[in-house]
């Protein structure tokens, strides 16, 4: 049980560090000013670090614990490693080389997610639900419908009208393919895929699930961290 309390106390502790330290250190542009709280990235952190927090009290007090928990945390889980993954592909290369090294983004997108899946693999039950794999969609879905709400208000994501690229129809168009852009509709096939396939392998990585798989999965995720800021890197 000392283990499962020590990762979850992790995953509060990266979470709680990467969003101070964003708020400490942003400047007028990504993830910045009192929009910070608006970013999917620092949302998916929160949800970790409030499930965290709720399995700590189940732990400490061996209270019951039912599966709307286990759902729950799944979803969670799923959201984080979206930002995980999205950002490691798709954003990270249009980033600054000194925020990819940053403290900041190493807590929020690398270190969180990595315990979080470590955690879900090593300390939750496993659930078996009809499609299991479209529930991960929630968390994106769920996005997808606030960003626009918001810009539909008004409101201003560090002073752009979207939080993300690929959410930004104004410039990309909706079904607008070109050498130079591609429309939002594509991008939205392309990460809700992406979803689907993250969904689909933390339930496989769950319920196959040996000595090595921990292993494996930190070591394939701190390496495409690796590869992606050195391939930023490259682009200086």
């Known amino acids: 049980m000392l283990k499962k309390i020590v990762i979850k ?3 509060i502790v990266s979470a709680i ?6 708020m400490m250190t942003s400047e007028d542009g990504f993830m910045s000013g009192p929009s910070l709280l608006l970013y999917f990235t620092i949302q998916s ?23 709307s928990y286990y759902v729950a945390k799944y979803i969670l889980t799923t959201g984080i490693l979206l930002t995980y993954i999205v950002f490691s ?8 080389l000194s925020y990819l090294l940053s403290p900041s983004n190493l807590f929020l997108h ?11 693999l090593l300390s939750d039950k496993k659930i078996e639900l009809k499609g299991q794999m479209i ?76 000595k090595n798989i921990p292993v494996y999965v930190t070591t394939g995720m701190i390496l495409l961290t690796i590869i992606m800021t050195v391939f930023r890197a490259s682009l200086s």
């Open 89 to 96: 592909v798709l954003l990270s290369p249009t980033m600054p």
């Open 45 to 67: 952190n929160i949800w970790m670090l409030a499930i965290a927090s709720v399995g700590i009290y189940f732990d400490l007090t061996k209270t019951e614990v039912k599966q």
């Open 110 to 120: 690398t270190l969180t997610p990595i315990l979080s899946m470590l955690d879900y």
């Open 135 to 210: 529930y991960g969609l929630i968390t994106p879905g769920y996005y997808l419908v606030f960003a626009y709400i918001l810009y539909g208000f008004g409101v201003k994501f560090g002073g752009l009208n979207f939080p993300y690229f690929f959410l930004d129809f104004e410039t990309n168009g909706w079904f607008e393919l070109t050498s130079t852009s591609i429309g939002v509709i594509y991008w939205y096939v392309i990460v809700f895929g992406i979803m689907l396939l993250i969904s689909y392998y933390t339930k496989f990585f769950k319920h196959r699930l040996n």
């Open 9 to 11: 106390l992790g995953m």
């Open 17 to 22: 560090l990467g969003i101070i330290l964003s």
